[in-house]
């Protein structure tokens, strides 16, 4: 099947006048059809700078300067601004952390969801009309025929993210890049979002791309990860593999944070340190600072991304030791 996305050796660079910040450093992902890739980090690993990327929604300064992007087999990252306009809304959905940035305050769903769908389709009003109904019973909102007619600010944070989801899915898109989509909503709502993506995406074929912080929602809601360190994927397998397996120390790190699984891997307690700033990025491999086994080579060269068994990892524990 063609890939739902396909990122391959992508560079983000931020011109500055104190010189240039690689921020995303020969970034490749893939995600298959109905299958969900969780891109997994600290704060300023670069996840959210992939995810804009792949939309072409890069704020300014930011600037793609190397490697290419596929969206369903078609290649995005040259478009023009209204190719990739047309392109953005038809193949890719989008779904944030605050679902009240994708709404407008003015209008009732109904409007908002018939509008997305009209743009992307030849639909008359009354087919559109009946898609939007669909669309918010698909994603589970009780009494749908009277919530087409309410505004944003009437539905809960979580009943509102299921909003946003709808018309993420509006004009059937290949992917959706989901950026923090539970992160601001109660611990008992985030679950069900998270169930929610899984069951959209097996049910539709859509890819998705779950950007998170959180190994816990990664270890309940993806097929694959892809681990994130200073702007590098430093680990990338299936979900079981990076968890009962995990083969770069920052991934152990990572691990140590979810509790339910303390016993089943052996973890580092914490890690120490902060990411690095993008400015301030460690020569060799970024996690050196922080790492309990760097020895000399860590901060003297930068360790590939290699195959180890069902995973790739870039550490030089796995390539010949840190000596
Ligand atoms: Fe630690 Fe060295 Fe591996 Fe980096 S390459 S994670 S510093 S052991
Ligand atoms: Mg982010």
Redesign the pocket.
């Known amino acids: 099947a063609i890939p739902a996305l396909e990122v391959s050796g992508l560079s983000v660079e931020f011109p500055s006048r104190r010189g240039t910040l690689l921020a995303i450093d020969h970034v490749s992902m893939r995600i298959a059809p109905g299958e969900i890739l969780g891109v997994v980090g600290e704060s300023g690993a670069g996840k959210s700078i992939t995810g804009l990327a792949v939309l072409g929604l890069l704020e300014h300064p930011g600037r793609i300067s190397g490697g290419e992007i596929h969206v369903g087999g078609r290649r995005v990252d040259t478009l023009s601004e209204a190719e990739l306009t047309k392109v953005r809304g038809r193949e890719m959905g989008a779904i944030f952390q605050d679902p009240l940035t994708a709404l407008n305050p003015l209008f009732t769903v109904g409007k908002q969801l018939v509008e997305t769908i009209r743009l992307h389709s030849d639909m008359t009003k009354q087919a559109a009309n009946a898609r939007a109904l669909e669309l918010l019973q698909s994603v589970g909102i009780p009494a749908p025929e009277e919530r087409l007619r309410q505004y944003p600010h009437q539905f809960s944070g979580g009943m509102r993210q299921r909003v946003v989801i709808a018309l993420a899915l509006a004009a059937g898109p290949r992917l959706i890049i989901a950026d923090e989509p539970t992160t601001a909503l109660d611990v008992s709502i985030q679950a069900q979002i998270t169930a929610l993506l899984r069951r959209l995406c097996d049910e539709t074929g859509v890819g998705i791309m779950l950007v998170t912080h959180d190994m816990g929602v990664i270890a309940e809601t993806a097929d694959r990860v892809c681990v994130m360190y200073s702007g590098r994927v ?1 680990e990338s397998g299936p979900v079981e593999d990076v968890i009962h397996n995990p083969q ?3 991934t152990k790190g990572l691990m140590a944070a979810i509790p339910s699984l303390h016993d089943r891997v052996e973890t580092l307690a914490q890690i120490d340190g902060s990411m690095p700033r993008l400015n301030a990025r460690p020569p ?5 600072p ?6 000399p ?3 003297a060269a930068t ?1 590939p991304l290699v195959s180890v068994g069902t995973t790739s990892a ?5 390539q010949g030791g ?1 000596q």
Do not use: D, E, M, N
Request: hydrophobic share 30%.
């Open positions: 430093v770069h120390p920052y060799g491999c970024a996690f050196h922080r790492c309990p086994h760097a020895g080579k860590c901060s360790p870039a550490c030089w524990l796995q840190c």
